[in-house]
């Protein structure tokens, strides 16, 4: 977009250092700064704030009426940006020109108490904020008060006023002081090329803009001319020769997709057998463990605890997790004794108390009800 480069002088651009020795952006040689653009055909400037402030005797003491004009081919988006009024005793409006003919809305803003403000919220106590038309080209913002702040001066004594980006706002009771510090916020501007259609474009292939051999022309909806972006399967700047490069063709992308759609089903179907292998295991567990209940008398156990649940001498039924705990998982270490049918450990219980666990190695049914006993 330097000169010798550039489609016209309207999308020329300086880069010049500024007091801190930094490189910045500018719109021609205008005082426009450029932020950012992009391909999809938009682009980010910083525009003053109006501003109109009051001493408390009702004298103003401080009045800008920004305003920003952009050349054929480039208009203030509709969408991105908001007209937005903050200050308590404030009306303001937005005019200048789109198309060719003149336009003017606005909104007030008003409140009698600091207590009225809701952060987030501009729809008229303290804030108020709405759309701009199509094709706009021209704005100038114009701020007005209507008591002068005499009444609101304690807590609010200035009016502002932008067009700007509604996402890098949010209402808050603070934009009153915050904003007195604030010169420019971001604006989004669309470009395009030109003022003539698509059709009429063509017929002139040494100003058509859309030079990549995969590119496709199409007309935007705010503002005029057209625009250019790469066929599908292709990415890239459709502004230059062979700049629309091939990506992932349509059938790769089928296959790809096929592929994708094969390894998600077949992951799928691991996953649901995995789970349906966890869930039986647990059921046979559980089996297990119930069988192993009934065939070493627990039936029995559970009736003579029943029985003696009065009884001073009543015995406690620990968990299988308690005794694991109890003997450091069954360690070797912990070992006292051995017999044939069983092994007896030496266990802590929680509350520090030193017991002998005796572990079953197998039981004889002809001895269960000693084996209960014991």
């Known amino acids: 977009m330097r000169e010798g480069c550039y489609f016209n002088e309207t999308f020329s651009v300086t880069c010049n250092k500024t007091h801190d020795d930094l490189p910045k952006l500018y719109w021609t040689n205008s005082t426009i700064q450029i932020t950012n653009i992009t391909l999809e055909g938009q682009m980010r400037v910083s525009q003053f704030i109006a501003k109109d402030c009051y001493s408390q005797n009702g004298t103003r003491v401080l009045y800008k009426d920004p305003w920003i004009k952009v050349p054929l081919g480039f208009t203030i988006n509709n969408t991105a940006n908001k007209f937005i009024v903050v200050g308590c005793d404030t009306y303001a409006y937005v005019s200048r020109y789109r198309e060719n003919r003149n336009y003017e809305t606005g909104c007030t803003s008003t409140c009698d108490n600091k207590d009225d403000l809701v952060d987030g919220s501009c729809s008229g106590l303290g804030c108020c904020q709405m759309s701009i038309p199509k094709h706009v080209w021209e704005v100038e913002v114009t701020l007005n008060s209507f008591n ?35 010169e420019m916020l971001p604006l989004v501007i669309d470009w395009s090329v030109g003022d003539r259609t698509c059709a009429e474009a063509r017929n002139n292939t040494s100003s058509y803009a859309c030079k990549s051999v995969n590119s496709e022309c199409y007309e935007p909806a705010n503002g005029y001319g057209y625009r250019c972006y790469c066929q599908a399967g292709y990415q890239g700047n459709p502004y230059l020769y062979h700049g629309c490069k091939g990506c992932i063709r349509s059938d790769q992308s089928f296959v790809f997709k096929l592929v994708a759609g094969i390894a998600t089903g077949v ?89 002998a666990i005796k572990k079953s190695k197998q039981v004889d049914p002809n001895q269960v009800e000693q084996f209960i006993n014991e």
């Open 148 to 182: 002068n702040f005499s009444y609101v001066w304690d807590f609010n004594n200035c009016s502002y006023g932008f067009l700007a980006e509604e996402s890098t706002f949010n209402f808050s009771a603070s934009e009153f002081s915050r904003l007195r510090n604030v």
């Open 267 to 355: 992951s799928a179907l691991l996953l649901a057998g995995c789970c349906l292998c966890l869930e039986l295991n647990r059921r046979k567990l559980v089996t297990m463990k119930r069988k192993f209940f009934l065939q070493n008398g627990g039936l029995s156990l559970q009736e003579q605890l029943i029985r003696k649940e009065k009884s001073a001498d009543m015995a406690k039924l620990f968990t299988s997790v308690e005794l694991k705990k109890a003997t450091n998982n069954f360690h070797n270490s912990r070992i006292i004794g051995q017999g044939r049918f069983g092994i007896v450990y030496k266990g802590i219980l929680s509350d520090n108390r030193i017991v």
